[in-house]
């Protein structure tokens, strides 16, 4: 445990403390939330954490600051839609995942799959980077995008697929029942991921996140208002300890 805590086990560039211990000590990669940074000080944590050997995710990162990044020579590996960022030679874990050795260094690879599923359109920003914090870690993906419960026929047609999954990623905004009618169809765990789509009165993804909170079925767990990366961390770890 000391060396947990250790000044080694953490790079200090002035501005942030980056901690180059992570995937050691829980297993997940190191994530870096872009959102409310500067650009340059983005291309300087994600250069340290290679330059240390450290995989790394970034999530919420804008065009602006992914443009400056490849400007700065870096090849990248952008998505738009999900917003998530990672440098080009930093590719989803493979077989070395774990640095404990014997057998706790199971391969992420085999991990899964997990279905990620989302009520409509205007959730896939937040289904996607659930989706692809999830393939960075070498997990594998089922997408199951559009299956609201306004065309429960459209549910109901993918429910078998659905069925297959370790565990299932839900992601819905407006009044967010789309959990909790997987839940009571499937036997694997669902993660609910309220999202603030939705009209006036849905709050910004309160309404949808009370009614996950509230929902009868069982076997539902719910993380905040548009947070799929830390739903597909949740998912990882569940998968780490089957």
């Known amino acids: 445990m000391k060396k947990f805590v250790s000044k080694?086990?953490?790079?200090?560039?002035?501005?942030?403390?980056?901690?180059?211990?992570?995937?050691?000590?829980?297993?997940?990669?190191?994530?870096?939330?872009?959102?409310?940074?500067?650009?340059?000080?983005?291309?300087k944590i994600l250069r340290k954490f290679r330059d240390k050997g450290c995989r790394v995710l970034g999530t919420r990162c804008s065009k602006e600051q992914a443009e400056f990044i490849a400007n700065a020579g870096e090849k990248i590996c952008y998505?738009?839609?999900?917003?998530?960022?990672?440098?080009?030679?930093?590719?989803?874990?493979?077989?070395?995942?774990?640095?404990?050795?014997?057998?706790?260094?199971?391969?992420?690879?085999k991990l899964g799959p997990v279905a990620v599923c989302c009520a409509?359109?205007?959730?896939?920003?937040?289904?996607?980077e659930a989706a692809k914090t999830l393939e960075f870690n070498g997990v594998k993906v089922v997408r199951q995008y559009d299956v609201g419960i306004a065309g429960l026929h459209r549910l109901l047609?993918?429910?078998?697929?659905?069925?297959?999954?370790?565990?299932?990623?839900?992601?819905?905004g407006m009044e967010g029942a789309l959990p909790g009618v997987i839940a009571g169809l499937v036997k694997a765990p669902v993660i609910a991921v309220p999202t603030s789509v939705g009209y006036g009165a849905s709050f910004g993804g309160i309404s949808a996140l009370l009614t996950m909170l509230n929902t009868c079925a069982e076997g539902v767990t719910v993380v905040n208002i548009d947070n799929g990366f830390g739903a597909a961390i949740a998912a990882f770890r569940m998968l780490k300890v089957k």
């Not at 738009?80 to 706790?104: C, V, Y």
């Open 79 to 109: 998505d738009e839609l999900s917003r998530t960022i990672s440098l080009a030679d930093e590719t989803p874990a493979k077989q070395k995942r774990g640095s404990s050795g014997g057998k706790k260094s199971q391969t992420a690879a």
């Open 8 to 43: 080694d086990s953490f790079e200090d560039l002035g501005f942030a403390k980056l901690d180059v211990s992570r995937e050691s000590r829980t297993g997940t990669s190191e994530a870096v939330y872009c959102a409310g940074k500067t650009s340059e000080q983005l291309l």
């Open 157 to 172: 047609s993918k429910v078998e697929d659905i069925r297959k999954a370790s565990v299932v990623i839900a992601v819905a």
């Open 120 to 128: 409509g359109t205007a959730d896939l920003p937040i289904a996607e």
